[in-house]
């Protein structure tokens, strides 16, 4: 696989997103996205910008290395979980963190050629998509946690209506539901996702791919060009990503510049960090 391209760009001050691959722009052996989980504490703790960049950070310089040697999806998790845990214990070592500390965490999807076929990890609610040569595609963008993100969204909408239109103000509005929500991380009745715990094992999902052509790693910010703002439907997203991911970008940021208060395109924040990665054969 060839890497056609890709891009990131927060929406914020600080990026939470990341993205890597491993083998060279024109042998790629395997390619990751993350998306870091917005923090909900009263402050930050771990440095690097948010406690989320910290976990991006620490995660992408981990998979830089695991991913030099030949080792199924199943052993990495588990590796890089392991050292997300002693990355955690060192970086908290002496913080007074409170009771009711949110641990950082992200979305991870990552695709790895295991032989002569591809397959893929994922964690939480970032979007896969895989299409062979005659340009059928396959689709894995179904998040578990879609019910109470239109929930809040609609929420949202009614403190904005009333005037509450700071992103902050909003996530302080919604702390207790966005903490019952995360009590549910890599529970049965929650989602996936990459935390600092051997929790998240127990949900990860892991994707025969076979022998794909094109696949497109994304945030669901960078997704949002189809299920918010309607710009593509899929393939037409992946044709538009083969070709240029920062014009798709700029197309989306576009929207959510037109539409700063989210009433044309409701969601909860007016825009969100965006990370695409493109390959193709």
């Excluded at 963190?97 to 893929?120: F, T």
């Excluded at 595609?137 to 578990?144: G, K, L, N």
């Excluded at 240029?244 to 539409?259: F, G, H, K, P």
Aim: glycine fraction near 8%; charged fraction near 25%; proline fraction near 5%.
């Amino acid at each position: 696989m060839r890497l056609l391209g890709a891009v990131s760009e927060g929406s914020g001050a600080s990026n939470e997103d990341g993205f890597g691959f491993a083998g060279t722009p024109d042998e790629v052996t395997a390619a990751w996205v993350f998306d870091g989980v917005t923090g909900i504490n009263a402050r930050n703790y771990l440095g690097g910008g948010s406690d989320a960049a910290w976990l991006v950070a620490k995660a992408q310089a981990r998979l830089q290395q695991l991913t030099q040697q030949p080792v199924a999806l199943e052993g990495l998790l588990e590796e890089l979980v392991n050292g997300l845990i002693e990355d955690f214990a060192t970086g908290t070592a002496g913080l007074d963190l409170p009771r009711d500390y949110d641990p950082p965490a992200a979305c991870l999807i990552l695709v790895q050629r295991e032989a002569n076929e591809w397959r893929a990890l994922r964690l939480g609610d970032s979007c896969l998509m895989a299409r062979g040569p005659d340009r059928n595609h396959r689709i894995f963008a179904a998040s578990p946690n879609n019910a109470f993100d239109h929930w809040l969204t609609r929420e949202a909408r009614k403190q904005r209506d009333a005037g509450v239109l700071d992103v902050k103000a909003l996530l302080t509005a919604f702390a207790p539901q966005l903490r019952a929500g995360r009590a549910k991380r890599n529970r049965p009745d929650g989602y996936s996702i990459l935390e600092c715990s051997r929790d998240a094992l127990a949900m990860a999902e892991f994707i025969d791919l076979e022998t794909p052509a094109e696949i497109l790693l994304c945030t669901d910010g960078y997704y949002r060009a189809v299920d918010h703002y309607q710009l593509f439907d899929d393939q037409d997203l992946m044709t538009a990503s083969a070709e240029d991911v920062a014009q798709v970008l700029a197309a989306l940021r576009r929207a959510e510049a037109e539409d700063p208060d989210c009433q044309r395109y409701p969601r909860f924040k007016p825009a969100d960090d965006a990370t695409a990665l493109m390959l193709a054969l």
